[in-house]
Structures are given as C-alpha cells and as structure tokens.
C-alpha cells in the first residue's frame, strides 16, 4: 500500500496556576527552620500539571533555602 510514517506530537499545555499544596500557615521563631516544606503546584487551565515551569520565590520576611525550582511532572 506504499510507504507509510509515524509522528509521535507531545502537547504540553501553558501553566496557568500556581497553587500552594502543603506548607502554608506556619510559623516559628525568627532565624529558625519552618518543620514543613512548602509544596507547590504548576497547573494549565484544565487543572492538570504542567512539568518544566521555572518558579522564582521571594520572601518579604525570613529566609528561602532555595528561591528558584522547576516542577517536575506530578
């Protein structure tokens, strides 16, 4: 029937939301460390997780062990 292809196509759709999963509410003492990280969620407008999105933090109040991350696929 004649030469015949194959295309895989990834769609991967654009973030939409940055939600925070876990950590928030805490506090603690001025220069000590928080018990739980915090865990955020990069998400396209159908609410599912968008992989590969460079987040920056700020802080206007305490310290950031890291202030720049890139979400992973969950």
Do not use: H, I, K, Y
Not at 5 to 32: C, E, F, H, I
Not at 40 to 63: M, R
Not at 65 to 72: E, G, I, Q
Request: charged share 10%.
């Amino acid at each position: 029937t004649g030469p015949a292809d194959t295309l895989t196509l990834q769609v991967v759709p654009q973030p939409a939301v940055l939600r925070l999963v876990a950590g928030g509410g805490q506090t603690g003492a001025a220069g000590s460390v928080l018990p739980n990280p915090f865990v955020f969620e990069v998400v396209a407008a159908d609410s599912l997780p968008v992989p590969n999105v460079d987040v920056a933090l700020t802080t206007s109040a305490g310290t950031l062990s890291a202030t720049a991350l890139r979400t992973d696929a969950n």
